[in-house]
């Protein structure tokens, strides 16, 4: 595709439900990665994959985080029991390789959670 | 721990340079700085990335000093549209952990 997609676009959610955000990277993309940024705040880095190597989770802010990739293609993020603290936009970048690559990101989603 | 910070916000007047930096004291000798613009409601967009002295690209510079604990992002003659939030990332090979700094709000006034 053109560029790095994400669905869906906003998500308002009872506290307690689960809820899934997809991401499509740049095709050919290796390396995908998931981001958190609260209202008026900077991105955290919550975790990332390379090709099929197992990903690091420790960025995660706790185990109600999950997130699995097939191959190089879709990833999604998955949040068990949702928190009010957990309403933010999640972004997703993806880039050619790891390290020293330009990330491109996707325009994020939206969750809200109440 | 590692940990990248920048200066909240910054003003500007169209036609004026603008110098922003970032600070990471625990960068370790393999780490890049990349940085990074966004605008609201928009994921972020790629600048310009830097290993160590200067890197100049059609829209920015990056000065990196030699013992690589700061980097400062330079824009040429800001105008109205460079009204954005700017991000540094490092990351940081120790852990593989890519830290984005806290961001600077930049205004570019008229």
């Known amino acids: 595709g053109a560029g790095v997609s994400q669905s869906p676009s906003n998500k308002v959610t009872e506290k307690g439900k689960d809820v899934e955000l997809r991401c499509d990277p740049i095709?050919?993309?290796?390396?995908l990665y998931w981001y958190r940024q609260r209202l008026g705040q900077g991105l955290e880095f919550l975790i990332y994959?390379?090709?099929?190597?197992?990903?690091?989770k420790s960025g995660l802010p706790s185990d109600r985080f999950s997130a699995e990739r097939t191959g190089e293609s879709v990833s999604t993020l998955t949040i068990q029991r949702t928190q009010q603290e957990d309403s933010a936009v999640y972004l997703c970048?993806?880039?050619?390789?790891?390290?020293?690559?330009?990330?491109?990101f996707g325009p994020g989603t939206r969750l809200t959670v109440t | 721990l590692a940990k990248t910070t920048q200066p909240i916000s910054m003003d500007s007047y169209e036609g004026q340079e603008v110098n922003i930096t970032c600070s990471h004291n625990?960068?370790?000798?393999?780490?890049?700085i990349t940085w990074y613009q966004q605008f609201p409601s928009q994921g972020p967009r790629f600048i310009i990335q830097?290993?160590?002295t200067k890197v100049t690209n059609e829209v920015a510079s990056l000065f990196i000093p030699a013992d690589r604990k700061s980097s400062t992002l330079s824009l040429p003659r800001v105008s109205l549209s460079d009204t954005a939030v700017y991000y540094c990332?490092?990351?940081?090979?120790?852990?593989?952990?890519?830290?984005f700094g806290t961001g600077t709000r930049l205004k570019v006034l008229a």
């Open positions: 970048a993806s880039s050619q390789g790891q390290g020293l690559y330009e990330q491109y």
């Open positions: 095709s050919g993309h290796t390396a």
């Open positions: 994959f390379q090709g099929n190597s197992a990903p690091d």
């Open positions: 625990n960068i370790a000798t393999n780490d890049y």
């Open positions: 830097g290993y160590k």
């Open positions: 990332l490092v990351l940081f090979s120790g852990t593989y952990k890519y830290i």
